[in-house]
């Protein structure tokens, strides 16, 4: 019976494990956003390159998009950068104050993550696919 048991939760986690793969999808948004100074786009592979002036380069990182309820995406990486955000589709003026974009970003991630003084770091942005 105690087999049985721990046979039915092993698989219940492996279930609940590919619930949560099977929603993720991979980054096709190209971001940036000032104070502080960050970008990221799609690199390939499932990963987006990050870069911010306190690394010593960009970062090259696995990423996550997921289709939130609504206009919104979220896109999460893990370490180095534990980066968090959501990309809404509404219009954005870059900070050059002449270019729109179609989307807009709510970010925060770890500054300084490769090579620099890490700090948790939030801001704003725009986004185009």
Known sequence: MLRLLLAAGLATIATA??????GC????????????NWAFGPS???????????????????ACA??????????TAGAP???????????C?????TTTRPYSISISYTQGAVGGTPRQVSGTGCCRK
């Open 17 to 22: 494990g590919l619930a949560a793969d099977y």
């Open 93 to 97: 003026l870059e900070t050059n104050g």
């Open 25 to 36: 999808q991979r980054v096709k948004f190209k971001c940036s956003g000032f104070e502080p």
């Open 44 to 62: 390939g592979g499932g990963k987006i390159k990050f870069s911010d002036p306190e690394n010593t380069g960009p970062v090259m990182i696995a």
């Open 81 to 91: 950068l534990g980066l968090s955000a959501t990309v809404t589709h509404q219009s």
């Open 66 to 75: 997921t289709q939130l309820s609504g206009n919104q995406t979220s896109i």
